[in-house]
């Protein structure tokens, strides 16, 4: 198993110097640069400014050049400064990553818990009415964007019920208090979550009614167990394996929904800063930010595979 | 093997029936029912074994797992220990369930993926509070030492073991309640030939050692005539012939019976050359919809006018038979 772990880190070392070129290839070839998007042309010796601000930057330098400063920075654990602001980048995103953190937790819990429940519900409930308006609801919840989603939750609990804030991680001018942030955390994670809600439904619905034809199931019947036990012990546990899977792939799409949402409801966190760097071309942030994502994806998997193993004993790896 | 076997009824299924209903359309309207067991009766006598043959699709598994009220009973009743097992309610049939067991066809799907072996085995002994808690531990390691697997892997998963020692472990969970009755389902037909008579041993061992009544699901007819005492043939969701097992694979008296056996090859390729053949035409009717009169009719070479009109009962016919006092039923009008 450590063997395994190893040798899972030792790979991905690849993928991630495989990924940054690309990545960063890619984002110098958009058109402008931080410069350009800094200094208005119409400033007096703007000529001379911008190329003054690129030689400060490095920008005029080859591009293969520019990537091996990156790498050089990295390997000293150092993710470089932001064009726009100047500040360190590992900086801005450690304080960014709580907000969106907790965003991506609260999506994610509110996923799994009402997911798992309507879709063994849905399961045991096989061709009932209420089995299929679960269904009903899991296909409009896979199918509506998660943007659309957040707009419709604005229009209807901020601007017409007036129950929610819109916008924002706390009410401004106020001091910083959890109750208001939990407030303003509602609407986006639910517009994040419930496309997550309908996808788990029907993962767990499927698995549930896959096991429920089990002969072990049957066999717990036949040895007397009540019906509770027969649910709880057999089918969920056996149910569940598949799930976990499903919640882990769906961690980098989480992480990637969140940008969206983010940006929806002026929620500042890492999601909001990315978009911010992308319009900037503030190549270290948005370097930052892929780097980060990168690495999620990786342990994301990883850590799916390896709760794989600790759930299913017919899963070894060595 | 009949020294052991009482005239005594340990349960008695009458007239059993199980349709599953057909359902269609926008409101699930019910349109008709597959009748996949349609009126059986047969006792299975303290201590022996009974076979139950036929074809796939006849309704013999379903029989299985109507009497243990594993499926809904439509109708019909299962009298065993003095309870009718179609009427108890759960909480009644729970409790009866540590009377009889099942062993299942399939050793890989039955058994709990993600359970240990002695967690399968003991959970039927908690379940129902057999034993003291320290003991029960004891308990499972002496049931797999009884059916021949190493006792030390008892922490080990299904995945583990060959199918052999698969069903192995599914007949120690089934005799874990100390049960007086085991259905077995197709207990080898999902075995390798070369494990199938270690199996069956088991089983005729533990039978005799235990004081077991079997109930023997199968269509292996050399598997049943090896192992059974008595011997009940199903066609279609009914019973066709029924008796001891000599008399019923030596003198069939059923035309249904007559053509299965006759599908059983012969080792000796000389005997194999000129053995005769009853080969039936047509296909099994569909248990939604099936003949009038006998159910076998369509495809039975004695079929006559009365054979399309009146379902034939299953009547005793050993009074007829001079080599045997035991009753043989058979429902054939030509019989």
């Known amino acids: 198993m450590f063997n395994y772990i190893l040798r899972r880190l030792l790979v991905s070392i690849p993928i991630l110097i495989g990924i940054t070129v690309i990545v960063f290839f890619i984002a110098s070839q958009m058109p402008g640069d931080a410069v350009l998007a800094m200094i208005s042309t119409d400033t007096p010796q703007a000529e001379d400014l911008v190329k003054l601000r690129r030689g400060q930057l490095g920008l005029d330098l080859p591009i293969y050049e520019q990537y091996g400063r990156w790498v050089g920075q990295l390997l000293h654990g150092n993710l470089g400064f932001s064009f726009q602001s100047g500040e360190s980048v590992i900086s801005v995103i450690a304080a960014r990553l709580p907000a969106t953190l907790e965003l991506m937790g609260v999506a994610l819990i509110i996923a799994i818990i009402l997911g798992v429940f309507l879709g063994v519900v849905s399961a045991l409930k096989q061709y009932s009415w209420l089995d299929y308006s679960f269904t009903f609801f899991g296909f409009a919840g896979i199918s509506i964007p998660d943007f659309f989603l957040g707009m419709v939750l604005v229009y209807v609990f901020s601007i017409e019920l007036g129950l929610l804030p819109s916008s924002g991680i706390s009410t401004a001018g106020n001091a910083f208090s959890l109750s208001d942030n939990l407030r303003h955390l509602i609407l986006p994670a639910f517009a994040l979550g419930l496309a997550r809600t309908a996808s788990f439904m029907r993962y767990t619905r499927a698995s549930v009614l896959e096991v429920m034809n089990n002969d072990y199931v049957r066999t717990a019947r036949a040895k007397g167990l009540g019906e509770r036990l027969v649910t709880t012990r057999h089918i969920l546990r056996n149910a569940l394996i598949p799930v976990v899977t499903v919640i882990g792939i769906t961690l980098p799409t989480l992480f990637g929904g969140a940008v969206i949402i983010e940006v929806i409801f002026q929620w500042a966190g890492i999601g909001l800063m990315f978009i911010n760097a992308v319009t900037g071309r503030d190549s270290p942030v948005i370097m930052g930010y892929v780097l980060l994502s990168a690495v999620i994806v990786l342990a994301s998997n990883l850590i799916t595979d390896i709760m794989y193993s600790v759930l299913d004993p017919r899963i070894r790896y060595d | ?335």
């Open chain 2, 1 to 335: 093997m009949n020294s052991l076997v009482g005239s005594e009824a340990l349960i008695q299924v009458r007239d059993l029936k199980v349709h599953f209903p057909i359902r269609r359309g926008l409101l699930k309207r019910q349109v008709g029912a597959v009748r996949a067991v349609d009126g059986v009766s047969f006792d299975v006598r303290r201590g022996e074994t009974l076979g139950l043959v036929g074809e796939s699709g006849c309704g013999k598994s379903t029989t299985g797992l109507a009497m243990l009220r594993l499926l809904d009973v439509t109708s019909g009743s299962i009298i065993f220990k003095d309870h009718d097992l179609a009427s108890l309610d759960q909480t009644e049939l729970r409790e009866s369930r540590r009377h009889m067991q099942m062993v299942f066809q399939d050793p890989y799907s039955s058994l709990n993926p993600r359970m240990t072996v002695g967690s399968i085995i003991i959970e039927p002994l908690n379940v129902h509070k057999i034993g003291a808690p320290g003991e029960r531990r004891e308990r499972t390691q002496e049931l797999m030492k009884l059916v021949g697997l190493n006792p030390s892997f008892i922490n080990r998963y299904p995945h583990e073991f060959s199918g052999g020692q698969r069903q192995r472990i599914g007949i120690a969970r089934a005799l874990a309640t100390n049960p007086s009755l085991i259905v077995a389902d197709e207990p080898i037909s999902a075995l390798d030939v070369s494990i199938q008579a270690q199996v069956v041993n088991l089983m005729a061992d533990l039978r005799k050692d235990l004081g077991l009544t079997f109930l023997m699901i199968s269509h292996d007819l050399s598997m049943v005539r090896y192992i059974s005492d008595r011997v009940a043939v199903m066609y279609l969701g009914r019973i066709v012939e029924l008796g001891d097992r000599d008399p019923v694979f030596d003198t069939p008296r059923h035309p249904y019976t007559r053509a299965l056996l006759s599908a059983i090859p012969t080792p000796n390729p000389k005997l194999e050359r000129t053995r005769k053949r009853i080969i039936l035409q047509g296909d099994v009717p569909n248990p939604s919809n099936p003949p009038a009169g006998c159910h076998f009719h369509p495809r039975c070479p004695l079929a006559t006018s009365i054979c399309k009109e009146a379902a034939p009962l299953l009547r005793n016919l050993s009074s007829t038979v001079s080599q045997s006092d035991t009753p043989h039923f058979a429902a054939c009008h030509h019989a």
